[in-house]
C-alpha cells in the first residue's frame, strides 16, 4: 500500500504546530476518594473538559489488541495503537495462538532447545510470574513446563520475577504456590528435576527498561545465572521472610533470593544448558536479553563467566537490533504507521519524554521499531529520569519536558509534536496515594503552562492518556468496593485500570472543533487519523475512522 498521502477535503487544516500530550495512566475513575485524578486538585484538566472538545476514548482489551477485555491495557499496547491508527493483535494474543495451535513447539528454535535437553541439559525459564497479561501470564510458562516434561526434558528450572504491579501487590504467594504445585506433580516422574531455582522483584531484579539502571539487571545475572543472592530453601520461605523483615514491603520490590540444597544454589545456569526469556513485551526483556547474548564488547557490568547456552525470547524485543536473536513467536507487524506516513510526507515531527517513556513515543508509537523514519524532518529528545523510588519525586521530570515542549513549540521547527508524562502512570505503580495525587496535581501545573504556549503558538493540543491507573488506587471487591486487609487498611492498587482515558482537543482561535457522537466504541487507535485531519490529510483507508465531526 503506497505511503503517500492526499490532502483532506473535509477538515480545514490547523495553521500552527499540532501538540499531542500523552499524560500517562491518567484515566476517568470512579470519582471516589480512591481515585488520585479525581481527588487531586486538576484546575486545568477540569477546565479542558467542560470547555473544549471533549469525549473518553476505550484504552483496554479488544480496543488495544488484547484477547479479552478484561485485559488492562498498559502504554506499550496504548503508544502501538495511537501510531498504528489501526487494532493490531498484540504479544500476548500471539503467543496465545502459538500455544493453542502448536506452532510455538513446532518452530525450529523449540526443536533445537529440545534436542539441547534431551542430551541433558537443563531448561531455565525465566520471566515474570503472574497473570496480569501485560509483560507475561504465568500460563505461558506452565504450558512450556508441561511441554517439557511431555518431551522429556530432564532438568527444569523457573526463576520467577515478583509482580506486584500489574496485579496485587503483595500476591506473589499465590503464583508461586500454583507454580510449585505444578513442578511438584511432575517432579514424581522418571528423572525429573523441576524447581524453582532464583527469583526477586521485578522493580529491582533483571527487569530493568531503557538502560535506566543496569545494576537491576546485575543483581538478575548474578541470581539466575551464578547463584549468587541471599539463600533460602524455597521461593515461599524468601517471600514470608522478607514480608516479615519489612512489613510494607510489596512484591515488585523484593530484594533477588536462590533456592538451594544443602547449602548448593538448585540451578544456576551452566554450559550446555537452554534459556527462554518467556516475557512476551520487549520494553523489559531487552537488557537481560543483551546480557545474555552479547560478547566480549559487553560493558555495561561485570557478567563473570558467560556460560554457553542456548537462549530465546518468547519473541522478537526489537525488531531493528535483532534482539534477542533466537525466539519463539513472531512478533506484530506494524507498518505504515503516522509516524512513518508524516516522515515520507516531510511533515516535521518532534519527540519527547523521560527515560521511563521516552521509547513508548518513539519506539512503541513506530511500531516496535527503533530509531528514525527520516533523521532530516524528525527530532527525538530523551531527558534523563532519575534514579530514585518515584513516590520520592513523584513530580519526576515534567517541569523539564514542558520546559523543552514550549522551546520546540516557540521554535516553529515542528509541524507534529507529541509529548509523554509518566508521573500518573510511574507513580501510580507505587501504590502510594498521597504521592500519586502528587503526580497528578504535577502534571496539571505543567497543562496549564502547556495552553499559553500553545495560544501563543497558534498551535492546537490533544490531551489524552495511553491507559488508567491513577485513576483507581485500590483492589476492589465484585461489587466495586474497596477491599481490606486483617488491620483495616484498603489494599492499594498497583496495577493499571480498566477504565477509559480522556481524549480532549484545544485551540484558542480558528473554527470550532466538534467530535463525532456515533462512534461509542472508539479506543486508541482512531487518533491517528485524527491527527492526520488535523494535519490536513486524508487518513489511509485502512485507519480507524478519525474522531472529529
Known amino acids: 500500500m503506497s505511503l503517500t498521502l492526499r490532502p483532506s477535503r473535509r477538515i480545514k487544516r490547523t495553521t500552527g504546530p499540532l501538540l499531542l500530550a500523552v499524560l500517562d495512566g491518567i484515566g476517568l475513575g470512579r470519582g471516589d476518594a480512591w481515585d488520585a485524578v479525581k481527588v487531586g486538585r486538576t484546575p486545568t484538566l477540569d477546565w479542558l473538559r467542560e470547555n473544549a472538545a471533549s469525549r473518553s476514548l476505550r484504552a483496554h482489551g479488544t480496543a488495544v489488541g488484547l484477547p479479552s477485555d478484561d485485559d488492562m491495557g498498559n502504554s506499550e499496547v496504548g503508544h502501538n495503537a495511537l501510531g498504528a491508527g489501526r487494532i493490531v493483535d498484540q504479544g500476548a494474543k500471539l503467543v496465545n495462538q502459538a500455544i493453542a495451535d ?31 497479561n501485560v509483560h507475561s501470564h504465568q500460563k505461558h510458562l506452565h504450558a512450556l513446563i508441561e511441554k517439557a516434561n511431555e518431551q522429556g526434558f530432564p532438568k527444569l528450572y523457573v526463576h520467577t520475577l515478583l509482580d506486584g504491579r500489574d496485579v496485587p501487590e503483595r500476591s506473589a504467594l499465590t503464583y508461586v504456590e500454583r507454580l510449585e504445585r505444578l513442578l511438584a506433580q511432575l517432579n514424581g516422574g522418571v528423572d525429573r528435576r523441576y524447581r524453582i531455582a532464583s527469583g526477586g522483584g521485578r522493580m529491582v531484579t533483571t527487569m530493568d527498561r531503557y538502560e535506566a539502571d543496569w545494576s537491576i539487571v546485575e543483581r538478575g545475572w548474578k541470581a539466575h545465572v551464578h547463584g549468587e543472592a541471599r539463600r533460602f530453601a524455597s521461593a515461599t520461605e524468601a517471600i514470608e521472610t522478607y514480608r516479615r523483615e519489612q512489613d510494607d514491603l510489596i512484591d515488585q520490590f523484593m530484594s533477588p533470593f536462590v533456592i538451594t540444597d544443602e547449602d548448593e544454589p538448585v540451578g544456576p545456569i551452566r554450559d550446555g544448558d537452554a534459556v527462554v526469556f518467556f516475557n512476551f513485551r520487549g520494553d523489559r526483556a531487552l537488557e537481560i536479553s543483551r546480557a545474555f547474548e552479547e560478547g566480549e564488547a559487553f560493558n555495561k557490568f561485570d557478567r563473570g563467566r558467560r556460560p554457553d547456552v542456548l537462549y530465546a525470547g518468547m519473541t522478537l524485543y526489537d525488531g531493528d537490533l535483532q534482539i534477542p536473536k533466537t525466539y519463539l513467536v513472531p512478533p506484530p507487524a506494524i507498518d505504515r504507521t503516522l509516524g512513518e506516513y508524516l516522515a515520507r510526507a516531510g511533515v516535521t515531527q518532534f519527540a519527547l519524554s523521560e527515560t521511563q517513556k521516552y521509547g513508548h513515543v518513539t519506539y512503541f508509537w513506530n511500531g516496535n521499531r527503533g530509531g528514525q523514519f527520516d533523521a532530516e524532518t524528525e527530532t527525538y529528545v530523551e531527558i534523563p529520569s532519575d534514579r530514585v523510588p518515584f513516590e520520592q519525586r513523584p513530580w519526576m521530570k515534567a517541569a523539564e519536558i514542558t520546559d523543552k515542549t514550549l522551546e520546540e513549540l516557540r521554535s516553529g521547527r515542528h509541524r507534529f509534536l507529541r509529548i509523554n508524562y509518566p508521573n500518573g502512570d ?124
Open 102 to 132: 502448536g506452532s510455538l513447539f513446532e518452530s525450529d528454535v523449540w526443536r533445537a532447545i529440545a534436542e539441547r535437553c534431551q542430551r541433558g541439559g537443563a531448561l531455565h525459564l525465566i520471566g515474570l510470574l503472574s497473570d496480569g
Open 426 to 549: 510511574m507513580v501510580g505503580h507505587t501504590g502510594r496515594f498521597d504521592a500519586t495525587v502528587i503526580a497528578v496535581e504535577t502534571v496539571d501545573l505543567c497543562l496549564a503552562r502547556l495552553m499559553k504556549g500553545v495560544d501563543a503558538t497558534d498551535a492546537t493540543l490533544i490531551v489524552l492518556a495511553d491507559h488508567g491507573n491513577a485513576d483507581d488506587m485500590a483492589e476492589r471487591d465484585k461489587k466495586g468496593q474497596p477491599k481490606r486487609d486483617e488491620n483495616g487498611r484498603v489494599k492499594s492498587r498497583t496495577s493499571h485500570s480498566l477504565n477509559a482515558v480522556p481524549f480532549i482537543i484545544y485551540r484558542k482561535s480558528g473554527p470550532p472543533l466538534t467530535l463525532r457522537d456515533d462512534l461509542p466504541e472508539a479506543g486508541l487507535a482512531n487518533v491517528a487519523a485524527s491527527v492526520l485531519e488535523l494535519l490536513g490529510f486524508e487518513p489511509p483507508e485502512d485507519y480507524l475512522p478519525s474522531l472529529l465531526a
